[in-house]
């Protein structure tokens, strides 16, 4: 409890953090209960194509005649789970391969490093997009290919986090009564290991939303789920009619990956208060 | 002193090889796992490719072989820079390749140049004015642009530079019929240039100018600038000199990094922009189902990325002289 | 007794004060002093003296923010610096007053040649040419007994062991004769044997050019070497001062007192250090009598609640002690 008010407290002293998680949380009430509240079906035509915002409908009709609104509420949905789901499975992936690396050092480090930093210099976007391309795209496949293109990152910060802890005393401690190091690793390091974790693995999650709708944009995005991405890619062929079509779900990616961005940098504060950026 | 970077050339192409075989084996692996035959994908004819031409294929990749030995085969062949054939026109992969590499050079090039100038000056400026209007301004238009996606960016220009103001092409590379030659066509190149390398840099602006803004303010705490001052130097010559060229080295070290993410924020801003580059042959593969293409563009992007980075750590060998005797 | 000679550097009065987050602090408070041609002038005092404070304050280098000069005049040669816009500023940094700095390493840029380095303050205050600048460069090294100058110019500081990069500092700081050099702790990065090389060579070139020096050390062994006055400075302020020979033979502040106690432990064994009992007071919790009181062992009711002035209890040697003002009359 105590714990949880010194963080709010250090939180609430980055404004931009503030107002990152207020719109953050807009974004995530829009996406659970928007298409509850406006049940309307993003993919039937509801009326003439092309209409502007603020006409019969809020925000317009697609090409189809599809409701814009209803695809930004549905949208919103794909992104944040895609986001999220891939940002979690890189970090548990990168912190694995981190934690190992720096935990064991030698040559297990060596070998664990060399594949990290081959995934972070071949082009991860090209990666991403042959991966899904082939698995066919769905939101599982889509989840996968951001992953595996985004964990290393989290590789390389976890396992400088366990370099660092791996000669403390406590760790001195906990093998001298012979705990097992899974043990160590999970129990012990982990915990100490974890706040730039999560700092780094929040960010990652404004990335992952961009990934995805650069993806769906280029039409690998799930073809039963609208997204952001996709909407963008259909209002292209009328950008000189219909201009608004592809600002309104561009907009709502840039508010919402700005927004996960802020609360990034309120939880560093919050969370490293010894590493403030200047 | 010249033999030492010599033998640092020579020992960072050597550290090439394995990162090179590297991405053959993630081809591979790509390849085996794609739906369908692989004699197939790789005649790049969809099923409709002569009997006898996925036996030749089968031969030369050794098909019929067990998949270790496949796999001998296959990296042979991408060596050799044979990479199957694309169905989408009936040609070579490579050949495909090479003719829209560079495109994608051009493009990347001259975005990543306009990100650092711009990131320099703006990173020097916002340090040098620390906490101040300029300063926070610069910053939160950093953050802004950094949440920005590239080809959503894109699509915004359009419509306000070619279709609102009608100041500049909407796509292309050049003016096709026009045929323009020598400077003209530079020049309608170029004109052609400014939107997409615009849109690809900006998202690199806000990198450097953040990083730039860091790492001068880091610079600015250490001995050496206060003995600059002592020694009568305005504070204009410190920032672009002493200031400025300890503050790139790791701003350079990033810029190998960012390589690999460059060029995928190409293909999308190519497709936006019908850019003929390797960007735009993604989205065509993509439309066509074309596999072999795609895997193809991922090897010789791979390779292009990890030469780059080799050419950056030349670079930073350059501008600091400690880095010979390490 | 020599006719007065017009000093050099005349400093009345400089106060110098930090805008912190928990407060302003006072890091120099009211100092005064003067250096006369070819006179070395040491300032002593522990970390937290102000002491180097004072000493970036003569060339105005104290970062604003969080640090001002408040109040004071420092003049050279009768001209006041802290009136002068930023291009006069210019004109005397580097040229009429140089500094050189305790760690060589750090002081100067990695990345740059030290031909680079030196010859910038030639082009700069000299106007010469790039050719001219090297021929000069190799001089100045030549002169601060760099050996194979030629070679040396064109290394990097990285080439260079810690003795020769503090010279090569002191070359760049005589580039342009300078009438006053300031070296802060310019031997305490060094190894022992190079720093007696070091302080000699700056003797030397200080005689052989007749430029003032001031110096600041927290180390009285350097000096008893080397310095003609001395002021003892404490939480800001001067405490006493004397001429070296004064100082060491006859000290009357207690705090200089134990300055000298601790150092003569430290020349002996080096085995037990004796350094005067407690601490620096923090700059956010100073006593309100004088500031020594709390570690002094000859303190008294009055210093509790009255902070002592400076005053002269012989001709020319000020302390700021009521002990030592009562003995004296």
């Known amino acids: 409890m105590n714990g949880l008010a010194l963080f709010w407290r250090r939180y609430r002293r980055n404004r931009g953090a503030v107002a990152g998680a207020a719109t953050l949380a807009l974004v995530v009430v829009a996406a659970l209960v928007g298409p509850l509240l406006y049940p309307v079906d993003p993919f039937d035509m509801v009326g003439r194509p092309s209409q502007p915002p603020f006409g019969r409908f809020p925000l317009g009709t697609d090409v189809a005649g599809r409701d814009v609104l209803a695809g930004i509420l549905n949208g919103a949905r794909i992104s944040l789970v895609i986001g999220i789901l891939a940002s979690l499975a890189a970090t548990l992936l990168g912190v694995l391969v981190g934690a190992i690396a720096g935990y064991y050092g030698g040559r297990i480090d060596d070998m664990l490093m060399r594949v990290t930093e081959f995934f972070l210099t071949i082009p991860s976007f090209v990666l991403a997009v042959v991966v899904v391309a082939i698995f066919q795209p769905t939101v599982m496949t889509v989840t996968c290919a951001i992953a595996i293109v985004s964990w290393p990152s989290v590789a390389r910060l976890a396992r400088g986090e366990f370099i660092a802890q791996r000669d403390r005393e406590y760790v001195k401690g906990c093998r001298a009564i012979g705990m097992p190091d899974w043990e160590i690793i999970l129990l012990q390091i982990m915990p100490n290991a974890l706040p730039p974790v999560i700092v780094v693995s929040s960010l990652m999650v404004a990335t992952a939303i961009l990934t995805e709708s650069g993806l769906s944009f280029l039409g690998l995005g799930d073809p039963n789920l609208v997204s952001w991405g996709y909407m963008i890619g259909v209002a292209r062929t009328v950008l000189r009619t219909a201009w608004w079509m592809a600002a309104i779900p561009g907009a709502m990616i840039l508010v919402t990956v700005l927004a996960i961005n802020l609360v990034g940098e309120g939880l560093n504060d919050a969370l490293n208060p010894k590493l403030r950026r200047r | 002193m010249r033999q030492a970077s010599l033998l640092f050339l020579v020992r960072r192409l050597v550290q090439v090889v394995p990162v090179v075989l590297a991405i053959a084996a993630v081809n591979f692996f790509l390849l085996r796992m794609a739906p369908g035959d692989v004699a197939d994908i790789l005649a790049g004819q969809m099923g409709h490719a002569t009997l006898e031409f996925t036996q030749q294929l089968r031969r030369e990749f050794g098909l019929d072989q067990p998949v270790y030995m496949q796999f001998f085969y296959y990296i042979g062949k991408l060596l050799t820079l044979d990479l199957g054939r694309s169905h989408l026109q009936q040609a070579p992969v490579i050949d495909l390749i090479l003719d ?132 009568g130097l305005s504070e204009t010559t410190i920032a672009w000199t002493h200031a400025l060229r300890n503050a790139l080295l790791p701003v350079v070290t990033l810029a190998g990094v960012q390589f690999g993410h460059l060029l995928g924020g190409s293909i999308l801003v190519e497709t936006v922009f019908a850019w003929p580059g390797l960007g735009r042959l993604v989205f065509d593969a993509l439309l066509q189902r074309d596999l072999n293409l795609l895997l193809g563009i991922l090897f010789v992007s791979s390779v292009v990325v990890v030469f780059a980075n080799l050419a950056v750590d030349l670079i930073y060998g350059l501008l600091d002289p400690r880095i010979v005797h390490k | 007794m020599t006719a007065p000679m017009p000093p050099v550097l005349a400093v009345e009065g400089l106060s110098v004060e930090f805008r912190t987050a928990r407060g302003v602090v006072r890091a120099v408070d009211d100092l005064s002093f003067t250096i006369g041609e070819g006179e070395t002038v040491a300032i002593v005092g522990e970390s937290g003296s102000g002491k180097s404070t004072a000493a970036m304050a003569m060339l105005r280098l104290i970062a604003d923010p969080p640090g001002r000069i408040v109040a004071g005049s420092i003049r050279l040669d009768g001209q006041e610096l802290l009136t002068l816009d930023d291009a006069s500023l210019r004109r005397v940094r580097g040229r009429q007053i140089a500094m050189i700095f305790q760690d060589p390493m750090m002081a100067l840029n990695p990345i740059y040649t030290i031909e680079r380095q030196i010859g910038e303050v030639l082009r700069l205050h000299l106007g010469v040419g790039r050719a001219e600048a090297f021929a000069q460069t190799v001089e100045l090294l030549r002169l601060v007994g760099v050996p194979a100058p030629e070679d040396r110019a064109r290394q990097y500081p990285h080439n260079l062991s810690g003795g020769m990069r503090q010279r090569v500092m002191i070359a760049m700081a005589l580039a ?99 350094e005067i009992p407690g601490t620096v007071p923090s700059p956010f919790a100073m006593p309100t009598g004088c500031s020594f009181a709390p570690r002094c062992a000859a303190v008294v009711p009055r210093c509790q609640t009255d902070r002592p002035a400076l005053t002269e209890i012989l001709p020319g040697r000020p302390v700021r002690c009521f002990v030592a003002q009562g003995a004296a009359r």
């Not at chain 3, 031997?187 to 060579?201: G, H, R």
């Open chain 2, 100 to 231: 829209r590499l560079p495109a994608t050079v051009i493009l990347m090039l001259t975005s990543i140049l306009i990100a650092i100038a711009v990131g320099i000056v703006l990173g020097v400026a916002a340090a040098r004015r620390e906490g101040r209007l300029a300063d926070t301004l610069v910053s939160v238009t950093a953050l802004v642009v950094y949440a920005t996606p590239a080809f959503w960016l894109g699509l915004m220009l359009i419509v306000l530079f070619s279709i609102q103001l009608d100041l500049l092409p909407s796509g292309g590379m050049y003016q096709i019929g026009a045929g323009r030659t020598g400077l003209a066509h530079a020049l309608d190149v170029a004109k052609h240039l400014v939107l997409p390398s615009v849109t690809l840099g900006l998202f690199y602006v806000a990198i450097y100018t953040r990083l730039m803004r860091a790492s001068m303010l880091e610079v600015y705490g250490l001995e050496f600038i206060t003995t600059a001052r002592a020694k």
């Open chain 3, 176 to 274: 342009c004769r300078p009438r006053l050099l300031i070296a802060d702790e310019p031997t305490t990065a060094l190894d022992v044997t190079v720093q007696a090389q070091v302080l000699e060579l700056i003797q030397e070139l200080k005689t052989r050019l007749g430029m003032a020096v001031l110096l600041i050390t927290h180390d009285l062994g350097v000096v008893a070497e080397t310095a003609h006055r001395v002021i003892v400075m404490y939480t800001g302020g001067k405490v006493e001062e004397a001429t070296a020979g004064q100082l060491f033979a006859d000290p009357r502040h207690p705090y200089t007192q134990g300055l000298l106690q601790a150092a003569k432990w430290e020349e002996s064994d080096g085995v037990e250090l004796r």
